[in-house]
């Protein structure tokens, strides 16, 4: 019996790890998002996405440097440009939203997107 124990003990702990990660990352979310609407009353909008971007990169050096560039390997080398362009424009996108209108009205729409990935899945995935 006291191996069924340290096992729910172990699958507790983890639960309870993943739910401080992720409060952890949201509240950062959170913090960036707030940080971006100040700065956006000083900065123009594509200042303020310019430097999150920019934070990004300096991220991904980081990990190129432990990792080295083989996990920059595809074979979809279009798509994944793609998808970075588009995350960059989406960045900038919500960036000049939170700038014209209040920040909570802004992360409300967003919750919008799952409908469209549902939608766009559907209609372009064929899922």
């Not at 950062?28 to 310019?50: E, G, N, Y």
């Not at 279009?78 to 424009?89: E, T």
């Not at 700038?99 to 997107?113: K, L």
Request: proline share 3%; hydrophobic share 60%.
């Amino acid at each position: 019996m006291p191996k069924l124990s340290s096992n729910l003990g172990q699958l507790l702990n983890q639960n309870l790890t993943g739910i401080f990660y992720f409060a952890c990352g949201m509240f950062l979310f959170s913090a960036v998002d707030a940080i971006a609407k100040i700065l956006t009353d000083s900065f123009h909008p594509i200042q303020v996405a310019w430097s999150r971007q920019l934070g990004l990169l300096l991220g991904i050096f980081i990990i190129l440097i432990f990792k080295g560039v083989a996990i920059l390997q595809t074979n979809h080398l279009w798509l994944q440009i793609s998808r970075g362009f588009l995350a960059g424009i989406s960045a900038l996108v919500f960036i000049i939203a939170i700038s014209v209108i209040p920040i909570a009205d802004a992360v409300a729409v967003s919750f919008v997107a799952p409908f469209f990935v549902t939608i766009l899945g559907a209609v372009v995935l064929g899922e």
